[in-house]
């Protein structure tokens, strides 16, 4: 089954992205394709590259690179919630003319239709909410 | 069965209940499995068990409600048209 999900809660804020990191790392054992993860509101600060988890904490963002880069899921940032909140790829770095990038490039900073197009393309939807 | 529920705080769960059909489930997570310890009616109802721990309710699950993991989880999406998440 192919599955996305979106993640509308910020990683060290409630439990929201914990839960959906927990669920893709369940659906993927399972032997589901999972296609896209879609960081939406205060959930596009999970790539945040400069963030440092604490030792007694677990690393969400290390968690979601992990499963982009070992595991192929695709991580897309809504570009709205992203640029207001200071995550910026290479590409927005330029176009803004900031210091530096901020978002870790194992996620790719994309538009609203991509959520839609996650929608239409998987046979289950799953939101996860702040 | 038809659509699966979420409910991830207390709050949530007054604007899912009327909605609720009898073949649905409904899946309490985060602090919304602090609504596990009492009975609830209009669906099959179950707990994401490792937060009904994480908040000292193991022995507070209202017999019933089903506990269920994570892989447990995936299974009811996958047996689910649909998932439904309630936010409040």
Redesign the interface.
Known sequence: MVISIAVHGAPYAGAGSRTALRFVESALRLGHRVHRVFFYHDGVLAAAEPGVAPQDEEDLHAGWVRLGETHGVELAVCIANALKRGMLDETERDRYERKAATAHPAFAIVGLGQLIEAMTASDRFVTFAA | MATLH?V?KPA?WEGCHPLLDPKDAVLL???GTYLAQQALNGAAFHA?E??VRARGLSRRVHPSIRTA???D???L??SCE??V???A
């Open positions: 979420l991830n949530a997570i985060e602090d994401l490792p937060d993991s994570f892989d989880f995936v299974r999406v996958e649909r998932v998440t309630w936010s």
